[in-house]
């Protein structure tokens, strides 16, 4: 059974920064794609970042330059690295992998930036 763990939320100052950090266990993760979403309450979920097992990477438009999605194989982990955070990141990040018909999500991990 394949287990997504997400960490690093939290409560950030606008400007500062996060790592958010997902350990996937029960599965072979290097063959697999790495996706970070969020979602505010009453919103749909949407993309944030995407890395692939070849390493190509895409962002959405409002996190381009400021957030870095990366992978350790060896650490069945997927990171987002969030810099220059501003309040309207606030939101529940969730961590999303797999493979062709088969994807698997995390729990979920808050984000709230102050202003």
């Known amino acids: 059974q394949v287990q997504l763990v997400e960490s690093g939320g939290g409560l950030v100052q606008a400007g500062g920064s996060l790592k958010l950090s997902c350990v996937v266990s029960g599965s072979i993760f290097r063959n697999y794609a790495g996706y970070w979403y969020r979602q505010v309450p009453g919103n749909r979920r949407e993309p944030v970042a995407e890395?692939?097992?070849?390493?190509?990477?895409a962002y959405a438009g409002s996190v381009k330059g400021r957030f870095t999605i990366s992978r350790d194989n060896a650490k069945n982990t997927v990171y987002l690295q969030m810099n220059s955070l501003k309040p309207e990141d606030t939101a529940v990040y969730y961590c999303n992998v797999g493979a062709g018909q088969t994807y698997y999500w995390g729990q979920g991990t808050q984000v709230t930036v102050s202003s």
């Open positions: 890395i692939h097992p070849n390493g190509y990477t």
